[in-house]
């Protein structure tokens, strides 16, 4: 069921709330119960077999966590502890490989014998790229002693909490069940304008901002993958819509999830903190999927670095510093652990060449950020001490900002040939591509004079409109800061921030007002409307 379809909206949201509200007036446990009941309704809507399929790894995933739970805290049997945890991570490993990656290892094996392999398509469940992550890091927790103690009902409501269920964010089990062990399981109508206000603002920037972009991108991706040369216009507008097409959508989600949350006493934690704001690759991630960067930085780099540091440790070689680190102690310790977790980044995304190659160019960006961190010049100090000026900071927007978008387009394209094929023209290997130059059979032709000419500006507007919203204007979670619509709400006003402050500095928050209420109902009315274009959120296919 997806979050942006008039079921969901009109029937099964509301009325899971009522219920829950109903149920709550007498019992908080019969109202966690019907949660748990709805989510696996949501889940199972679409395509049943996806419960079916999903089920025996929670039930496995429930019952390690028991036994680790038993082991934990015991140092004699420590031991048998590691054991039992990395047999279950191999399992959630395994069980992610075989249905996500079973066909493209296939194609792989085909491509590297020459052979034309047959293999039937394995059916992929919704979401269990987070669901895998949120399983590996409730039993590490475990195994940690992080978690003293939970029941059935605490872990299922924490595995298949439908709000954030298929798409993340991606929780930790001690966020979000000591909040529904504090939920009264009643009505709160301030918290619910909350809710609402975030959902709307999710809404509107899925299916108004992302889809609309979306309608002037998939031509050209799809122009692009016939073999088509792409020029150097109609590249730039497919690189740069979508990777305003995905910020729209995936935050859009994001804000739809932590909304509807709210409606039963919860906060999910942040997952986007406007990253094309970013000046550095570095804070970009740090913007981008945090919960995700959040899962990746503590069970993937910090692990693989500290086990590196202590061997450099042992065997007396130098170690890495926060500045002037020795080259060899900045490879080992830093660039390699940065590198192998960013190309297990793109392989969790997709199963292709392109996202690998997506991860290890992310990777690849980074190691030259803390290159240039540990090895370039300091910056000169500007109006405010230890913090870069504004020349500085426009040059590190601009060249994050363009790194991003390169790397969008291996993101997207559905292969190697396509995206060095945008890639090309983006380098202006295939021609300007100005108005009046045909686009071909294979795609809507934007460039092709008169009416399709029109069609390229509209595109183009479409494209500047959502630059100056990313860009110019504060975040959803930052206009309803004063509320903590999420759990780690930046502190910062919500005003227009970092690299161009000369355009104001004017905070705008949000106030259960009857001028807001008039704003969001008129957003969420457009919404509803463009629903009958609807499409799916691009990360379900995660």
């Not at 509301?14 to 109202?31: C, H, I």
């Not at 989600?253 to 990253?275: H, K, T, W």
Request: charged share 10%; aromatic share 14%.
């Amino acid at each position: 069921m997806l979050f942006n379809s008039y079921e969901y909206i009109l029937v099964f949201l509301p009325v899971t709330v009522l219920v829950f509200l109903l149920l709550g007036r007498s019992s908080r446990s019969l109202a966690l119960g019907w949660l748990i009941l709805a989510s696996l309704v949501f889940y199972a809507w679409w395509r049943p077999v996806n419960l079916a399929i999903i089920a025996p790894s929670i039930a496995l995933n429930y019952a390690l966590g028991r036994v680790l739970l038993g082991l934990a805290g015991d140092p004699a049997r420590a031991r048998r502890r590691t054991l039992l945890l990395a047999l279950g991570i191999v399992f959630n490993v395994c069980f992610l490989g075989y249905f996500k990656y079973a066909n493209f290892a296939v194609s792989v094996a085909g491509d590297l014998s020459g052979q034309d392999f047959v293999f039937r398509q394995v059916i992929l469940p919704l979401g269990i790229s987070f669901i895998t992550f949120q399983k590996i890091a409730f039993l590490i927790d475990v195994a940690g002693g992080r978690i003293k103690a939970f029941s059935l009902r605490d872990y299922l409501l924490f595995v298949m909490f439908f709000p954030q269920l298929i798409a993340g964010p991606i929780i930790h089990y001690t966020e979000t069940i000591p909040q529904f062990e504090r939920a009264t399981c009643r009505f709160d109508r301030t918290l619910y304008a909350v809710g609402i206000t975030l959902f709307c603002f999710g809404l509107f920037k899925k299916v108004v901002l992302a889809d609309g972009m979306a309608a002037h991108v998939t031509p050209v991706f799809a122009y692009a993958a016939s073999g088509a040369e792409a020029t150097l216009l109609q590249s730039w507008l497919a690189a740069v819509g979508f990777t305003l097409q995905i910020y729209f959508d995936f935050s859009g989600y994001s804000d739809m999830a932590c909304g509807a949350a709210l409606f039963f006493g919860v906060r999910l934690p942040i997952n986007f903190d406007s990253p094309l704001k970013a000046t550095s690759i570095v804070d970009f991630w740090l913007r981008w999927h945090i919960t995700l960067t959040r899962f990746l930085t503590a069970y993937v780099y910090n692990p693989m670095a500290l086990t590196l540091t202590r061997a450099r440790a042992a065997r007396r070689q130098p170690m890495l510093r926060a500045r002037d680190s020795h080259p060899l102690a900045f490879l080992h310790v830093l660039a390699f652990p940065t590198i192998a977790t960013m190309v297990l980044s793109g392989i969790w995304h997709g199963a292709g060449y392109t996202f690998i190659l997506w991860g290890l160019l992310h990777g690849l960006y980074l190691v030259v950020n803390h290159l240039w961190r540990q090895y370039g010049p300091r910056p000169a100090p500007g109006v405010f001490a230890g913090k870069p000026g504004l020349t500085a900071q426009l040059a590190g927007f601009a060249v994050t900002f363009l790194a991003v978008v390169v790397g969008m387009v291996l993101f997207r394209a559905p292969d190697l040939a396509a995206a060095g094929n945008l890639l090309g023209g983006m380098a202006g290997l295939h021609g300007p591509g100005l108005p009046g130059a045909r686009f071909g059979a294979a795609g809507m032709q934007l460039l092709d004079g008169g009416v399709t000419a029109r069609a390229f500006a509209t595109a183009a507007a479409i494209l500047l409109a959502l630059l100056a919203i990313a860009l110019l204007l504060p975040n959803s979670v930052q206009i309803l800061a004063p509320y903590e619509p999420v759990l780690y709400t930046p502190k910062r006003a919500a005003e227009v921030p970092g690299v161009l402050p000369a355009l104001g500095r004017r905070p705008l928050a949000w106030r259960p007002t009857l001028a807001w209420m008039v704003l969001f109902a008129a957003l969420g009315a457009v919404s509803m409307i463009r629903l009958t274009g609807m499409s799916e959120f691009l990360y379900w296919q995660f």
